[in-house]
C-alpha cells in the first residue's frame, strides 16, 4: 500500500515516521494510563480517557485520507 504513494526507494520515510509515532505511543501512552490509574483509582476511567483520546486523533487524521 505505501508502495503506490511512495516509490520504493522512497518506503523507508512513512514506514519510519509510522514506526517513530508507534514507539513514541508506547513511550507516552503506558505511563500516561498509569499515572490516570493511580490518580483516580478507576481502570474504567484510564481506558476510556485512552479511547477518548485515540478516537480524537482518528477523527483528525479523516481529512489527510484519500
Do not use: R
Not at 498509569?34 to 481506558?47: A, D, I, Q, R, W
Amino acid at each position: 500500500m505505501i508502495s503506490v504513494v511512495f516509490s520504493i526507494k522512497q518506503t523507508g520515510v512513512p514506514v519510519g515516521g509510522s514506526l517513530f509515532f508507534t514507539f513514541a505511543g508506547i513511550l507516552i501512552g503506558l505511563p500516561a494510563f498509569s499515572l490516570l490509574v493511580e490518580k483516580s483509582g478507576s481502570y474504567p476511567l484510564g481506558f476510556g480517557i485512552i479511547a477518548v483520546a485515540t478516537f480524537v486523533c482518528g477523527i483528525l487524521l479523516l481529512p489527510f485520507h484519500n
